[in-house]
Each structure stands twice: as structure tokens, then as C-alpha cells.
């Protein structure tokens, strides 16, 4: 007998392969099969211990790799061993129906490798942020379990079952059957709204790089687009799972009320977002100074603005905060920055030196832009010192101020203590005669 010509008799598990194959088989060859292929497995799990404990992600290529190992290892192992084992029963001259249990285990390990394999592509290639990936998770392993059960012949029984629930809440009459295929409708559809709005997003913002459209215009789209996608996709699963427009219309409206309350601040952050981003206020790369905190804009998303400081601290800013608030974008137009210092010199007779010192240092930085031009004025005027600002655009603001502040500082005290000017609180002989130490202080 062939194995694809076997009837089944009988309902739930008796009605199943492995239940077929206990009857059908010798009880010697049935047991050894059923060892074979939880050996199989365990071979498959142990191999893949073995290979995370001795690989090593040193790039992209090698991090696939290394999850694909991790992911489809175990049923890649399995495969090929069981394949092995069929292969020996095959030459020794036993039939497709006498290895009845490695043929099914091992076409059951063939569909669970299609599905993580499919799995890992949608999470590891296509880069779907945490909550698809959990939609994913969630998805594969129902796949799986419903392999699995078929194959112990227990998801017909489930299903029926699943199919007998039905309770009503005031005129609507919801079934078994409707809730779980709403629940896997509403996954995967959300999933792949989700998926299609990420990839969306991403070409949005790879155009904007590439000055096709601006970099706000890219983010108003990316948000109006996965809103509507997700409201019409959540829609259409409702009305699929056999909710009624009517319930549907009063949902919408208790949901209008939710937002009005325990929602509201999300609404007003969201609004305000796209309020900024078409007024056009700020965008992401600018340094800006909201509500005392100045850096720079690192992220916009529906609820807050991300700025990173001078330290590398993150400060979360909400969107609603940014409309109220004084926001102060020192990059709105172009990046020319204003930085300054100040110094203190000793005479107000040594400013036209000292000016021109200091104008000799600014023009060997790269960084400092001749135009528009730098300028070095008298703050204040003192019986024993004369502070001079020191004020000059840059148009890298990104690389920082205070490393660029601190070498030109060094440069031009080099140039004063060269040109024997001082600066307040020394004398002339303290740049012009070297520091010695007494005999006895050294010793």
C-alpha cells in the first residue's frame, strides 16, 4: 500500500497519522521511528548550541547569518537527519508506508522550516520596528501549531469546538468562530499594514535624502498614510469578523469619548506634531533651544521631539510643549552658528596687537567661516585688565564648539606669550623669562 492511499478512519486524534501509524505499524519499528525522530530534533537543538557558542558577528552579513542559524538551525539539522534515516530504510527496502512516521515527521519538520524561514525573512531582512515583530512571533508560531495539530489530527476537534461558543452583548450576537478569525485576521492585516507603512516610510525618507521632497513633507506623509492605513484596516477586520456598522457606528462613538478624556493629551501631542511639521518650525538635524534645553534634533515622532545635548543626553520634549513654549531653532534658515569667548589682556594699549594676534589664529582654523567675518571687541574696561570678546560663525555646529573653542584659545596665548603680550594679572617678564625652580625645592 502506498502512504498517500491510506483512509483514515474515526475523529480527532484517532483519526490522525500518528494514530494510523501505531495501528498500522509493528510496535518495534513504530517505537524506533518515534525515537528516530526525537533523536532528529535534539540533534537539530544541540547543533545549534554548538554554533552560537562558536560564532561570531563581525559585520551585517555575518549578523544574518547568525540569526538564520538561530532560527532555522535546529529545523534545518532535523531535516537533513531525518532525510538521512529515510534514506537508509529506503536502501534497506522498506516503503514510504513501512517509514509511515519518518515520512510525516519529516514532511511536518519541511513545513515548519517553510514557515520560520518565512518568518525570519519578514524580521530580519525587512526590519519591522518591535511591535510586528511581535505580530510576526505571533503569527509563525500559530502557523506552526496548526501544523502540528493537524498533524496529531487535534485542530478539527478545536475548531469545532471553537465554532460551538456564541453569547450576544444587546443585539449583537458574536460566535466562536468570528472571534478567533477576527483575531487572526486582525494580526495579520495589522501586520502587513504595518510592514507596508514602514516600508512607506522608509522610501519617503530616502527620497527626502536624495532632496526630492523635504524631510517634513516625508513625515506628515509617512503619518497621514499608516493612520489611514491602520483605521481602515481595523475597519475592515471588525466588519469581516461579523460586527455590525451599527455596533461599529457606537463603538466609534464611545471611542470619540475616550479620546476627548483619558486621550486627549496623546490627540493634542499628535496634532501639534503635524502642526510643526507643516508650519515648518523645526526638522530633524536642527539645533534648537526648547523649554532651557539646547541640542540638537535627532528625532520627530507623533508624540514628542527627541534632542540630543552637547553631552549626549536624549530629552524627550512633547510636541504640545513645543507649540506653547518658546522654541529658539539657532539652524532655521542656514547653519551659520555665532560662537564666542571672551580674554582678558592687561593694557587697553595692547588691543590693536592683540586684535590682530587673534585674527591671525582665527584664519588658520578650517572650521571658522570668513564670511560673514569675525570681530574682536573691548567688553569692559578695568583698572588691572581689558576683556575682549572674541566672536566669529561656524557652520558645522554638529562637530561641537567647545573642543574648537578650547584650540583657539591655546593658539592664541601662543601667539601673545611669542609676541611677549600679557594677559591680565601677569607682566611682560612673566611670557619672557622661563619658570625656574630653586636647587633646594627640586631636591
Known sequence: MKID??????????????????????????????????????AGYAARHVAMGRFTVTGRWSGYVHHA??????????????????????LRGLTAYELMVLWKVLSLTLWVLVIRTVGWFFRHVLHPHEVLRIFLHLIEWSAVAVVVLTFFGLFQPITTLIQAIEFSIGEQVFKGANIVTGVLMGVVALTVAGQIAD??????????????????????????????????????????????????????????????????????????GLYVLLERALKVGDYVTIDKITGRVVQMSSRAVVVRDAVGTESLIPNSSVIKGVLQNHTLSNDDFRVSFVLKI?????????????????????????????????ASVAASEVTLETSFWINDLQNGQKRLVSELMFDICMRFRAEGLPLASESAEAFKQPITKPVSAMA
Request: charge should be negative; proline fraction near 4%.
Open 346 to 378: 592687561a593694557d587697553v594699549a595692547d588691543y590693536p596687537r592683540a586684535r590682530e594676534l587673534i585674527f591671525q589664529s582665527l584664519q588658520t582654523s578650517a572650521r571658522v567661516l570668513p564670511e560673514p567675518p569675525g570681530d574682536v571687541l573691548i
Open 69 to 90: 542559524v538561530q532560527v532555522m538551525g535546529p529545523a534545518v539539522v532535523a531535516v537533513l537527519t531525518l532525510s538521512g534515516f529515510f534514506g537508509v530504510g529506503w
Open 199 to 272: 516600508l512607506v516610510d522608509r522610501l519617503l525618507k530616502r527620497y527626502a535624502r536624495q532632496s526630492t521632497i523635504q524631510g517634513n513633507d516625508a513625515l506628515i506623509l509617512t503619518r497621514l498614510f499608516s493612520v489611514g492605513l491602520f483605521v481602515f484596516t481595523l475597519v475592515g477586520v471588525l466588519v469581516s469578523s461579523g460586527v455590525d456598522l451599527t455596533t461599529l457606528a457606537a463603538f466609534a462613538g464611545a471611542m470619540g469619548i475616550g479620546l476627548g478624556f483619558g486621550l486627549q493629551e496623546f490627540v493634542v501631542n499628535f496634532v501639534s
Open 5 to 42: 492511499q491510506v483512509v483514515m478512519s474515526g475523529d480527532g486524534f484517532y483519526q490522525s497519522m500518528a494514530y494510523h501509524a501505531y495501528q498500522s505499524l509493528p510496535l518495534g519499528s513504530f517505537a524506533l521511528q518515534c525515537i528516530l525522530c526525537v533523536l532528529s530534533i535534539a
